[in-house]
């Protein structure tokens, strides 16, 4: 595997990591009660944090793997 290809495959989990972590802040603040969400605005906010963090992680990769190519 190529280094471009790992940079690229790291910026895209590091991604994931940033909307599992926001997802969960949420959802710890909604069950300690200084956060109040139903079921499904929970899951409509869920959905629009994954939505907007895929949107830009995937448009800063290019940038990001052309750095590595050089």
Do not use: P
């Amino acid at each position: 595997m190529s280094l471009e290809t790992k940079v690229g495959r790291a910026v895209l989990d590091l991604g994931d990591l940033i909307k599992t972590s926001v997802i969960s802040d949420i959802a710890r603040a909604r069950s300690e009660k200084s956060l109040s969400l139903t079921d499904a605005e929970l899951q409509a906010l869920a959905n629009l944090i994954t939505s907007s963090v895929e949107k830009t992680i995937r448009s800063g990769v290019d940038g990001i793997t052309r750095l590595v190519r050089g």
